[in-house]
């Protein structure tokens, strides 16, 4: 198998060798050198994950005061 080194120096680890190792997107893999081979294995655990920030339209959901009815809402944009 082989894969196709990036400009940045990234490649992509082949499915076979992902499933082997049992790894999945964000799990932890060291490198390492033996006799002029590179080895790849898994990590001990996965890196921690950032605490998700809310985003702006959750911030400000449920928050109304003012109940409009659709075709109030509808009248008063139309200026009827």
């Known amino acids: 198998m082989s894969s196709t080194l990036t400009s940045k120096g990234q490649v992509t680890i082949p499915k076979k060798i992902r499933d082997a190792l049992g790894v999945a997107p964000g799990s932890r893999v060291e ?25 702006r339209f959750d911030r400000a959901r449920g928050k109304a005061t003012v109940k409009w009815r659709t075709e109030e809402l509808m009248e008063l944009l139309r200026g009827e």
Do not use: C, L
């Open 31 to 55: 490198f390492g050198i033996a006799n002029g081979e590179v080895v790849i294995r898994k990590s001990g655990g996965k890196r921690p994950t950032q605490p998700k920030r809310p985003d």
